[in-house]
């Protein structure tokens, strides 16, 4: 197996920790490694070679990632010139693979960013996965996990006919997708037992992927292989951002994978997942009960609860003082103080900020 840790976002709901040139997954936002760091850890005993291992980035934070994954040679670096969405972004990373590896070979992507509570069950999942892909070629499976909080976020997969299963791990086709279901519908979704959480990932055959890139966006797979040829030659870079700004921002799922006539899931009972993308969402899988508090750093608190409280400067001591149920988070660029319920509005602060012109605090 062959796997892409894509690390090209700027996680703007995690301002003012995660900012453009530090994003989130090059932050300990748990524990003490980066959350690229833990990812890598994570998924390297699942490949035969730290070869095997390859990082999507933006090209702007090459010099974080040198930093988070001294190892990690050049050839295995993905480099966006800007953001494009995770439709062009994946388009890159099949046309890079393509031109180094085997049209069999079974390739994961992933986020760099997820929290996964059980290492050994997520390689589990990989394995089973590759199996399933090594004998069923005409399919696209992404992991999913069994959703235990109403998040309006995300997108929910019904599970349909049992296609495989291994003792804890499973693999359905996909029935049904429903996209940011309402509070009572995701509800509903959650009640039923039989939908999923989309977490983001997938694996495929990367001649499969190829082609479905090349049938189902064409122009975009043209460009990105003429990128990847000018990335090999090391040349001309200023052609390189002019092909790939114009290429449609889009995601994945509008490029290929809502069109691909095989969607399946590989599931896992023994699996804990978040995308750690929102504080509040942090809060809620870190927190160890309602009534006490997470912190990180030089933090007082007094008759508080339910509380997240970040800081980041080892000079100062933030103290919170009977106040409940509220974010705070503060950095020597920024300091958000919020409810829990409202934190993801955090994103129209970041806006906001733009509007100010002051960028020197994103």
Not at 54 to 64: A, L, Y
Request: glycine share 6%; proline share 4%; net charge neutral.
């Amino acid at each position: 197996m062959k796997i892409v840790i894509r690390a090209g976002g700027t996680g703007t709901r995690l301002w003012p920790m995660s900012r453009q040139n530090n994003p989130k997954q090059f932050q300990a936002v748990v524990g003490d490694n980066s959350m690229i760091q833990d990812t890598y850890n994570r998924i390297r005993p699942a490949v035969t070679s730290v070869e095997d291992i390859f990082v999507s980035i933006n090209q702007s934070m090459s010099g974080v990632l040198a930093q988070a994954l001294p190892n990690l040679a050049p050839a295995n670096i993905i480099s966006e010139s800007e953001s494009r969405n995770t439709g062009p972004a994946m388009c890159l990373e099949v046309c890079y693979l393509s031109s180094l590896c085997s049209a069999d070979d079974i390739v994961a992507s992933l986020p760099s960013d997820d929290f996964i509570s059980d290492a050994e069950a997520f390689r589990n999942l990989l394995k089973l996965s590759e199996k399933f892909l090594s004998q069923h070629q005409d399919y696209i499976l992404t992991p999913a996990v069994r959703p235990t909080y109403i998040d309006t976020g995300y997108t929910y997969f019904k599970a349909g006919q049992n296609l495989e299963a291994d003792g804890e791990e499973a693999i359905y086709q996909v029935a049904k997708v429903v996209e940011k279901p309402n509070h009572d519908r995701c509800q509903e979704l959650i009640d039923s037992g039989i939908y999923y959480c989309h977490t983001g990932m997938y694996i495929w055959r990367l001649g499969y992927i190829q082609s479905l890139f090349e049938s189902l966006q064409p122009e975009m797979t043209k460009v990105c292989r003429e990128i990847v040829s000018l990335m090999k030659s090391g040349t001309n870079q200023q052609k390189i951002a002019t092909l790939y700004a114009g290429l449609e921002k889009m995601s994945i799922e509008s490029a290929i994978t809502d069109k691909a006539p095989k969607l399946a899931m590989s599931v896992s009972s023994g699996l804990g997942w978040s995308d750690l993308g929102k504080w509040n969402i942090i809060k809620r899988m870190l927190l160890s009960k309602p009534t006490s508090n997470l912190t990180k750093g030089r933090v007082i608190v007094n008759k508080a609860k339910n509380n997240l409280i970040y800081n980041t400067n080892p000079k100062k001591v933030v103290v919170v003082n009977d106040l409940h149920d509220i974010i705070v988070v503060d950095t020597p660029e920024g300091l958000f103080i919020s409810s829990s319920l409202h934190s993801v509005d955090v994103k129209d602060c970041v806006a906001k900020i733009k509007e100010k012109g002051w960028e020197e605090s994103l």
